[in-house]
């Protein structure tokens, strides 16, 4: 689903004063939780136990 509050401006730069802090993802699978987060540093990542709902 595309995201429409913020259409991509094609053919043109990025304005000066914004720039792209962390990009990243979590998702739940087989009973886990996986955390991957991608900065201008590096990439990091994550597999935990996903809390079971009482």
Do not use: C, E, S
């Not at 914004?18 to 994550?46: F, K, M, Q, S, Y």
């Amino acid at each position: 689903m595309a995201d429409t509050a913020m259409p991509a401006r094609h053919g043109a730069p990025p304005p000066a004063d914004r720039r792209l802090i962390a990009v990243g993802t979590i998702r739940h699978r087989g009973g886990r939780t996986i955390t991957v987060r991608a900065t201008p540093a590096g990439v990091t990542g994550t597999i935990a136990p996903t809390a079971v709902a009482q």
